[in-house]
């Protein structure tokens, strides 16, 4: 602003364009260009190349210029905005809000037929209040005014008499709007040209509205419209003509041979023969452990020893994180690695994860009734809810590799307990009907998914340790399971 400000308050001859231009996607671009004559140069500085704004710059303005020629001095200053909304404000950015500029719109605006009728159009209305003649002084510097007593450093009286005239003869204001196509324009001042409309002002004229409108019309929406239309229609007439198709011969198709007549018959077929197929009396051919609960202790590995563990090296870390993290874990979705990591502990995830897998206790008498399996030749399963890595160390450490004959973790299907998915893969793998297995666990809702999968299925308790209301059989430790066997 400090070019327009010296310029004004010096007087002699000042022309001021402002250029605004509209791009067909309601952006665009301002451009305030000032050109003072040698008269108006001559009373601000010995040499008009030393003018500085650096504020202009700073606030985002390209600036062109200054330009000597002829002892004059032209100044561009132009900014680029995003959306008509941003319009008004660049107006105002230089000159003041409401100084020059004010009520100013631009607004876009597309009109689309859906049927295609007509094509489609984008129209473009642009209308301000310009003020020829407004009040300089607001124009001026509070510096100045501290120091000379007003704010453009002389009265509008004293700046007319020192330059030999008046305002109307020294400042002159060209407005010019372009938009996309098609221009037009209601004011009758303005004078189009081409895709721009302009307005010519002088200080003192009155104040004045002006407006620009345009349109462009789309012929290609249009045809997409007609197409879209007609693909729709040949799909319905596609639709329709497979569904009274299907009709037809469903009508002409004597009963009892209609597909669904088949495919009920085969039902029943399969029905009758997997009922002959299956023996009356249960076969016990497989003994399905859960290995937390059964094999080793606590029941519940993540209340019970995982998160102490963890807030024991981590006393700020969130149980409910670590919850999370370790269903992610179980499911196949995280490796341990990335789970010590989410925990903090990545730097020592080695040694936390030696410390927890060690710390897995042995229900005791496990080994003994091992070999008795073993020498009942009945195959042991295992099915836990752990990733691969941790069931592998596991099975090492608890010495377990040659006692159990499959280990089924929940890392290795992406599903854990009570999901069946463990049961269907434990079944698969050792080629077993699962209504000739037994399953034990000390969870009750693992054993209701396996009871509704057809296995047979018990309560494992240890000692004195009580056992919740259920409808399963309760096994108090291994030596009564022996002693059941036979029931």
Known sequence: MGLIVLLVASACRVDTTVDIRVDDDGSGRVAYTVVANADAVSLLVDDPTDLRFDDLAAAGWNLDGPIAEGGGVTITASKPFLSPEELPGLLDELIGEGVVFSNVALEQAHDFSMLGLRPAETSYDFVADVDPAPDLEILGDAVIEGLLGSSLGRSLTRVEE??????????????????????????????????????????????????????????????????????????????????????????????????????????????????????????????????????VRPTDPVDGLLIPLVTAERPDADPERIREHHRQLILGRLSPEEFWGECGLGPMADEIETRYLSSFRLVPGLHPFLDRMATSRLPVAAVGNQPRVWGDRLRRMASLDSAIASWMVSGDVGSGLPEPALFEATRRTMSVDLYDCFYLSNNPEHLDTAKELGMATGLFVTGNEAAPETEHPIVRGFEDLLRSRGS
């Open 162 to 295: 020192d330059a030999g005239g008046s305002f109307a003869g020294s400042l002159g204001l060209v407005v010019n709007v372009q938009l996309p196509a098609n221009v037009a324009t209601d004011s009758e001042l303005g004078e189009t040209v081409d895709n721009v409309v302009t307005w010519e002002f002088s200080y003192g004229d009155a104040p004045t509205t002006i407006d620009a409108r345009a349109s462009i019309d789309e012929i290609l929406p249009r045809v997409w419209s007609l197409v879209a239309i007609l693909a729709a229609l040949l799909f319905v007439l596609v639709v329709l003509s497979r569904l009274a198709t299907f009709v037809i011969v469903k009508l002409r198709t004597p009963k009892g041979r209609r597909r669904r007549d088949q495919r009920q018959r085969e039902k029943r077929a399969a029905t009758r023969a997997a009922e002959a197929n299956r023996p009356r009396r249960r076969l016990l051919r497989l003994l399905v452990v859960d290995v937390h609960g059964v094999l």
